[in-house]
């Protein structure tokens, strides 16, 4: 797949998260249950969201990494058992489009970090993968996963 790289700003965004160390056997079944413990969340408290649920990855993927489910929400959102409520910062970011299977997806990160080389400019904070369908409504060569890779 041909990726187009943009460089564009993304603003700060209030979300409910849950963070999670996993390996890649476990990450999908641990991103299942952190979305399933924050939409339960979200229906008790009444919070409304506010975008499209996103995935952030603080450290270097290796064996074992940390990831950060979110799900964008609206003011007035409270954390609760098991579920924070924190701001993500927003900036520029260098963004590409990956269209298909989740486990294909790295293919994007190379795209971006070719264009970071290309372009001088270099990784500033924890890329995030954008889900903007889900893989129970579309068959997985459709599923659209935005990656933004925050740049200075």
């Known amino acids: 797949m041909a990726y187009e790289v943009e460089l564009k700003d993304v603003p ?21 249950e952190a979305f399933g413990a924050i939409m339960a ?16 990855y603080p450290g ?5 990494f940390d990831v ?10 409270t954390a609760g058992p098991g579920v924070d409520l924190e701001e993500v910062p927003g ?3 260098a963004c590409t489009m990956h269209k298909g299977p989740y486990s294909a997806v ?13 372009s001088g400019k270099r990784p ?11 893989p129970g409504s579309v068959p997985e060569g459709e599923l659209l996963t935005e990656v933004d890779w925050p740049v200075a």
């Open 12 to 32: 700060a965004q209030l979300a409910l998260t849950v963070r999670k160390h996993v390996t890649m056997a476990t990450i999908a079944q641990a991103m299942g």
């Open 106 to 118: 790295g293919e994007a990160y190379g795209a971006l970090q070719a264009w970071m080389a290309a």
């Open 68 to 77: 950060v489910i979110c799900m964008p929400v609206a003011p007035r959102a």
């Open 60 to 64: 270097e993927m290796a064996d074992e």
């Open 41 to 56: 969340h979200v229906e008790a408290g009444g919070a409304q969201h506010a975008g499209p649920p996103f995935a952030l």
């Open 124 to 134: 500033a904070g924890p890329p995030r993968e954008v889900y903007l369908n889900e």
């Open 91 to 93: 900036g520029a970011v």
